[in-house]
């Protein structure tokens, strides 16, 4: 093969256009730093005989030929209308579309050579799940090639806004009239946050007299196995909102949902304090990893 050849393949392949700045200096325009040496662009610039500003537009158009055809993906753009994920939407309906059209819609488009739903099915092979990616930091989620700032912040807004719609059915609820109801509530408003939290949370749940739920407050953030709960703190904030009765709530980042020794010290001691206050305590619920993993202390016979 020809050095011109072999030099022109090696662009072709690693997507590096020649450019030229106002002051006519020729300089390669490439998506991986250090691809080029100083050394190595002025080498090409001189084998290929690139001069001037049209040398840098003809050489670019060739690439992005040459490119095009070698491209194992074809940007949804060029699609036909019955494959693209938003058309599909619009004629079928959400419910209709698999996870990698859906993550292809908000991704919006893809990087040269590959499509966005292309991007959307390395996202999910690599996590493998929705809660999955959804527990991962916007840095893990762009190690995948394609996938920038811009983008991972736009999966993680996404996905954000799926747990507060589920958090809002919860927040709907008029009042709290039946145990299942309760353990309902709490699957709802705290499930999408507490699942796959790899921290100890502790919450409670502020009634009014009429069983409506007034408000939700964080008591304590701890570690992977405990939190630092003082019942002090539980009675303070039930007094200052006139609370008529409460819930307790915490997640076990294990995923086991029976009560430690210390769970059930800790459940007897807040009841006690809340006696003297005449707030009643409905239960404790300890919510494990999926939505039929909790465990009740009410319905256990333990309150």
């Known amino acids: 093969m020809q050095p011109e050849k072999e030099t022109f393949n090696f662009l072709v392949e690693n997507a590096i256009y020649p450019m030229i700045s106002k002051k ?47 491209r194992e993906n074809r940007p949804i753009s060029k699609w036909i209308k019955e494959e693209r994920p ?21 991704l919006r488009t893809g990087r040269e050579g590959i499509s966005a739903e292309e991007l959307s099915k390395r996202l999910l092979n690599k996590f493998g799940a929705l809660r ?34 589920y958090k809002e059915t919860a927040v709907r609820k008029r009042k709290i009239t039946k145990p299942d109801e309760l353990i309902e509530y709490v699957a709802e408003y705290y499930g999408p946050y ?25 008591i304590s953030k701890g570690s992977i196995n405990a939190s630092v709960v003082d019942p002090k ?16 709530v915490h997640n076990h980042p294990s995923g086991e949902t029976d009560p430690s020794e210390e769970d059930k010290r800790l459940t007897k001691s807040i009841i006690d304090a809340c006696e003297l206050i005449e707030v009643k305590v409905l239960d404790h619920i ?8 909790y465990f009740s202390f009410a319905k256990n016979g333990l309150i």
């Open 194 to 218: 507490l699942r796959d939290s790899v921290k100890e949370f502790f919450y409670v749940v502020l009634l009014d007299i009429k069983n409506k739920p007034i408000d939700n407050v964080e």
């Open 24 to 70: 006519g200096k020729v300089f390669f325009k490439y998506p991986k730093k250090g691809m080029l040496t100083e050394a190595k662009a002025r080498e090409i610039i001189e084998q290929l005989d690139i001069k001037t500003r049209n040398d840098c537009k003809k050489l670019r158009e060739k690439i992005r030929n040459l490119r095009s055809a070698f």
């Open 86 to 106: 938003r058309e599909m939407l619009v004629m079928h309906g959400s419910k209709s579309l698999p996870l990698s059209k859906l993550l292809a819609i908000i």
């Open 286 to 293: 300890i919510i494990g990893k999926n939505q039929e993993d």
């Open 233 to 248: 703190d539980i009675v303070k904030e039930a007094t200052i909102r006139s609370a008529s009765s409460i819930i307790l």
């Open 132 to 165: 999955k990616i959804d527990t991962a930091s916007i840095s893990e989620i762009r190690t995948i090639e394609g996938i920038g700032l811009a983008k991972a912040a736009q999966i993680k807004a996404a996905l954000e806004l799926g747990k507060r719609l």
